[in-house]
């Protein structure tokens, strides 16, 4: 089992910044790799994928709507991957979910995470 807990939600403006973490404990399948991914889910909307990491390469993707805005690292040694807000928007309001994917590919579909973190609401007022 996989245990996540994130932190670094609140409210802020709109053109503000937040910064999540996620710190992944238990059996992190280091030595296989995993990916770390955030996705986020709006009153009455599918949780949709924002950025997804490899703990191996480093590779990222980011989901259209956050690119140039949103920036997703990891802390290896740390088992602990960030995810800097920039320019938000209101619309960018919603409970955030780290999730966590072994193996060493990326992916974007809720559907490939087994493990899941309980989640922490970002609220950008305009």
């Known amino acids: 089992q996989v245990q996540l807990v994130e932190s670094g939600g609140g409210l802020v403006q709109a053109g503000g910044s937040l910064r999540l973490s996620c710190a992944a404990s238990?059996?992190?399948?280091?030595?296989?790799?995993?990916?770390m991914g955030w996705f986020r889910q709006a009153p009455g909307k599918e949780r949709e994928f924002v950025a997804v990491?490899?703990?191996?390469?480093?590779?990222?993707s980011y989901a259209d709507s956050v690119k140039g805005r949103f920036t997703i690292s990891r802390d290896s040694a740390k088992n602990t991957v960030y995810l800097q807000m920039n320019s938000l928007k209101p619309e960018d309001t919603a409970v955030y979910f780290c999730?966590?994917?072994?193996?060493?590919?990326?992916?974007?579909?809720?559907?490939?995470?087994?493990?899941w973190g309980q989640g922490t609401q970002v609220t950008v007022s305009s």
């Open positions: 999730a966590y994917r072994p193996g060493a590919g990326i992916a974007t579909e809720t559907a490939a995470y087994p493990y």
């Open positions: 238990g059996r992190t399948f280091t030595f296989t790799g995993y990916a």
């Open positions: 990491i490899s703990r191996n390469t480093g590779s990222t």
